[in-house]
DNA sequence: ATGAAAGCGCTAACAC
DNA sequence: GTGTTAGCGCTTTCAT
């Protein structure tokens, strides 16, 4: 079966014997026509299966309706849940949120991104972009909002205060009695450094260091890869801190395969308060970075950005929010 | 700040002293030119910083170089991972994927569906659609590929067998002593009675009936609200079937926090084999159901379809893998 | 080697 | 009310 093009505007023009102005009007609703002419058009619209060609109606109002929003990798439920914050308010101002995954894979991000870029209204980028490329984004146009530090006035952002969160997660094993915390980080990414800084710094108010740690991916196969290691370090870490939940349930899980008990033995918290971390056994202790609340504002600040035509104002900072559970519960004794 | 319209290829024309049939050749490299013209080239695009507008492009060459992907929730790893699968396969052929979230929401669904399709060569779809619109699909003039059992001869489709994966998971509870195993099923959803019927067919064949239980929503939170109600049945069930992982582990968690015990008061198991699933304590049996490698399998058959115009040939049936983990260890007495 | 011109499917002024 | 026309930014014959 070969793929025939779909009607045209013309197509419907000739067939209801009317002019493609008229055809247009109609179909966009902004004018009335006599009811012979509009019933002649219903009926030339039907029969042919016309369809409006959206791509061809944005080439000549440069709005398409739709925004982009570009993720590094949508099988972490942190990405996956911005996604879904972003994707509610779009929907709810009539937009379509195209989202691509970039696979954390810078050489395909450019080309992903400038392809998505083309299609749509304003862009959301989650990512480790270079500094020179943003530049790129900043002058493309349309608005764009990244997650992260502002990297340029005219770039707007949405983050969660990591630091203020590590920072909290180190009062709650301080309380819970722990005192050698290990660092299970992810150097690559954007947040990793502020995490970590907050941890010291809380962890330091009693005197204590923290050990670091690193995954080769942020994920659950990453944190299981890297248990060993930290299991392994003399004195052995009675908490461990992940850069993120994946990474946290990874190495939780590999912990209690080699017979090391969690929490009794070593405490495990994370990031991100993805939707498994209360059903782990035990129930991961996190910190929620509000994710979907970010695909939120991000989506607002677009359509903001689009009313406006401007793209000032303040950034977004939320607060995160600790998840005390029972993989941090306090050492007995 | 403004957002100012980018460069076109007429003024890099008029900067270069050139016709923008000349640039337009130029920037697709279809052709050489003299050294000074070329030269002459690079410099204008350069200092008004030109990007092609591949939208402006595709109208013209009737092609994207870009394909659709819409699930159903992308909070559902299994969809995440068939992102994964197309995504990979796409890129490796130069093309990009754009992936909308359908929400579980059908009255968003066409118009997100319709949105996409305009701007892509083709469309995998994961959705509920009611046959008629499924005829719309058929009628878009480009390939689309559906998961789930052909509707009609110009949409081929991809899927793992739900039956098949319900019956081994039905032999492997039998071996494991189990008598009385409840469904915990998500009737919305295409698969459900397939893999209800593949685990009643497994069980009989032991003259063991499967009771039915039913989740609202196929998520976590879905299966955990629905753990009451399976545990307080009477006589209790000593097995549970999950429409998918996501129900299993919500179940699995309040079981346990309800304090009955996994595996041995209850055995647990789900569809998909999430990546969480190996981690989970008890580590969750489930039937892999080839997520990643469904995603491929339809993106290669929107390449091939593009490349014959035609959308024709056998559908894609895939086999399930049991995954046999500690959730159903074998009953003990 | 380079350019003129037609046109992809549609919208938006402006006529009538 | 309805039609004419000029593009949106680009590709693609076909001339020169």
Redesign the pocket.
Known sequence: MQFK??P???E??AAA?????????F??G?????P???ERLRQAIATLG????PQ??S????RTRSFGLAVLDIRNPHFANIVKGANRVALESDYSLLVVDLEERPTHERSLLEALSSRVDGLIVSSRIPDDSIAWLAELGKPVVLFGQRPRPDIRCVRTDGYRGAYLLSQHLLKGGRKRVAYLGFPNARWNAERLTGLRSGMSEQGHTVSEFAVEWPTMDGGQQAAAAILAAQPRPDAVVAYNDLVAIGFMSEATRLGVKVPDDIAVAGFDDIPVARHMHPALTTVNMRSEEQGEAAMRLLLDALRDKSMTGDDILFEPQLIPRASTAPLKS
Chains 1, 2 share one sequence.
Request: charged letters at 20%; aromatic letters at 6%; a positive charge.
């Open positions: 093009r779909p045209t505007i013309r419907v023009a014997g009317v002019s493609i102005a008229t055809v247009s009007k179909i966009n902004q004018q009335r026509f006599s012979e002419v509009e016309y369809r409006l060609n061809a109606r080439m000549v109002t440069g």
